[in-house]
């Protein structure tokens, strides 16, 4: 019998004490990808963020569980939660760009990400973002550390973003619509590449969305 990675029963959510998510159960075995589906609005985002520990301020796990790899997400500490954060659990956002300095260079953010996360010197940790942006089919990955983020196209930043949510190989990754702002092609070249890592790496996924074919394609 496969083993869950993720075990999420009867989660409510709410913000600013107004009900927002009620009563989501759902089990993710190791391995496997699970998407969410809905309209804008229904909760996908909360559901996730609450996953992570990154409710906006205001929104609150109000009932219910969240055991991820035998551990409680709800009764986490803040050094419990820096520990599982960005290795054991990663996210890639609906726009990574957006989430990036703009007066910082990719390899600045990268670098201070790893090291962040790790015991790595400087020049290990350039050596494994340049590795990582590689992997993830980036031309030119030296360049793209010396560039800012307002340099690169929406998908060489969603690259990077998935670059820097599996460099520690996360036993689960968080997608937030991350192909919603890319055009067809690049949104087609996205999915590959996450289903590449998943197959690879065996990492779980939770990949939100309101594209019932990217779903259909991914889980």
């Not at 909760?43 to 790899?69: C, H, Q, S, Y």
């Not at 030119?140 to 190989?169: C, D, N, W």
């Amino acid at each position: 019998m496969a083993e869950n990675i993720l075990t999420v029963e009867n989660l409510n959510i709410a913000y600013q004490g107004v009900p927002a998510v009620m009563d989501v159960n759902f089990t993710l075995e190791r391995g496997k990808v699970l998407t969410i589906v809905g309209e804008s609005g229904s909760g996908k985002t909360t559901v996730i963020r609450a996953l992570m520990g990154l409710l906006p301020v205001g929104g609150e796990v109000t009932d219910g569980t969240m055991i991820f790899n035998g551990h409680n997400l709800r009764t986490l500490s803040k050094s419990e939660w820096r520990a599982i954060r960005g290795k054991d659990m990663a996210m890639i956002f609906q726009d990574s760009g957006n989430m990036m300095n703009p007066i910082q260079t990719i390899g600045k953010q990268f670098v201070e990400f790893i090291q962040l996360h790790s015991t790595m010197s400087k020049q290990e940790a350039e050596a494994k973002a340049i590795e990582m942006l590689a992997l993830t089919n980036l031309p030119h990955p030296e360049a793209i550390m010396k560039a800012y983020p307002f340099e690169l196209s929406g998908g060489m930043r969603q690259r990077v973003g998935i670059a820097m949510a599996i460099t520690f190989s996360p036993k689960l990754l968080l997608g937030d619509e991350p192909t919603s702002a890319l055009d067809v092609t690049t949104q087609a070249q996205i999915v590959e590449e996450l289903l590449r890592i998943n197959r690879e790496n065996k990492t779980s996924m939770i990949i939100v969305t309101h594209n019932i074919g990217v779903a259909a394609h991914m889980s």
